[in-house]
């Protein structure tokens, strides 16, 4: 078996099915839905999986748009996964590009499902469609609920600028709600018998800014006074902070989010006031793979697909991390706009993801990703260093 030539057939499968997929990822693009409401999309995608020969489970991890297709070629072997996102952005519709994101998941799972024919590969492919992605955490959720319960490596690809790479690590992140209780009096008349809870939002964002000087480069946070009081004439009985904390390593969140706490007790016992503080974690940081990136490499490589050194690291975050913790993950950028780096999330991006250079992340993300799992099946002990290597990492952080 010649698997180098089954895998530039497969190229040439891709090629030819995409203007089929160009077609879909014009019509996500242009209705676009939003976190834990994308039916057409759910619908238009899983559709498109079940006519080519994919089992289809909707409603997947009690999400009524998230699905789970699979398809088996010969019983045993390792189980690879390959990831769609599909929800849009509030006002800008698809300024993430998430449409790529999908059909480029679609290319790569015909493409390895060919890939699997012909060279009569053991194992099953898994696309998962995992909605709420830019709010909500669905993947979060389909973890939780037990979707990647079976699953030995996943794929998923995002569209990027300037050049290709693949992703390295990415923030934690954890929202605060700080509420401070006083007692409301008259400012002019009878001060002196209020307990200023605007006092302790402000010492409270005071200590934050001075802590700034304790914490590492790889860690920030924010703060915001979101509620200071009804009227200047009045002390405030109540006043609400906002904070977002976010580091590049879990252990040094928590650093900081002790700081955070312990601020708001402190703020609230200097000034007489009592507070209550609650906790929504963010997303959590990406765990990057090198053997699984090393694999993707040489396959861009034979692409002529140009690649960034290492694996960067980026400021963002995704609920991809909490997956990636778990299982070991290979997240492909494929640039959309090679000129400079330009940023997601605005008008500019969204119709790049709707451009001939979209189009060409598409084909190129589909070879790569089909390219990469083949090799997976193919030599399933590259799964098991990968299996060995997050365990490390894990226990490295």
């Known amino acids: ?3 180098e030539k089954i895998k530039e057939a497969c190229d040439r499968y891709v090629e030819a099915r995409m203007e089929e997929l160009w ?18 999309a759910m619908r238009c995608l899983s559709a498109f999986l079940e006519k080519e020969g994919f089992a289809i489970e909707r409603g997947s991890g009690g999400l009524e748009t998230a699905f789970h297709a699979t398809y088996t070629h010969r019983l045993g072997g390792k189980q690879i996964a390959i990831l ?18 999908a059909c480029s998941g679609l290319g790569a799972a015909i493409a390895l499902q060919k890939m699997v024919q012909d060279a009569d590969l053991c194992g099953t492919i898994h696309v998962i469609g995992t909605p709420a992605e830019e709010d909500g955490g669905g993947k979060i959720i389909m973890l ?5 319960a079976d699953i030995d490596a996943v794929f998923l690809l995002h569209p990027t600028s300037a050049t290709t ?35 302790a939002a402000t010492l409270f964002v005071t200590a934050m800014g001075l802590n700034g000087k304790q914490i590492k480069n790889n860690t920030n946070y924010s703060c915001m006074i979101a509620n200071g009081g009804i009227s200047t004439g009045q002390i405030p009985a109540y006043t609400k902070v906002l904070c977002n904390s976010n580091s590049l390593s879990l252990k040094d969140l928590h650093k900081v989010n002790e700081k955070i706490r312990n601020a708001a007790k402190g703020s609230a016992m200097a000034t007489g006031c009592t507070c209550e503080i609650k906790e929504q974690d963010g997303y959590a940081g990406r765990i990057p793979n090198q053997i699984l990136a090393d694999v993707c490499k040489g396959e861009l490589a034979k692409l002529k697909e140009p ?14 991390g909490n997956v990636s ?7 492909l950028y494929v640039t959309i706009f090679r000129d400079h780096k330009i940023s997601g999330h605005t008008d500019q991006f969204r119709e790049l ?28 002990e590259l799964v098991e260093q990968a299996q060995a290597e997050l365990k490390e990492r894990l226990k490295n952080e």
């Open 353 to 380: 993801a709707i451009s001939e250079a979209g189009y060409r992340c598409i084909e190129v993300g589909s070879k790569a990703m089909a390219r990469t799992a083949g090799e997976l099946f193919l030599h399933p």
């Open 1 to 3: 078996m010649d698997f």
């Open 165 to 199: 790479r693949i992703a390295g690590e990415c923030v934690s992140s954890t929202e605060f709600q700080i509420e401070f209780f006083g007692k409301s009096a008259h400012a002019q008349s009878h001060a002196e018998d209020g307990i200023n809870a605007l006092d």
């Open 325 to 331: 913790r778990h299982i070991p993950i290979c997240n």
């Open 307 to 320: 690649v960034m050194d290492g694996m960067p690291y980026d400021l963002g975050g995704e609920d991809l």
């Open 23 to 40: 077609e879909i990822s014009a019509f996500l693009h242009g209705h676009p839905e939003l976190a834990f409401h994308e039916y057409e």
């Open 84 to 101: 769609l996102e599909y929800d849009a952005l509030p006002k800008l519709g698809h300024a993430c590009g998430h449409n790529l994101i």
């Open 144 to 148: 939780e609920n037990g979707v990647f």
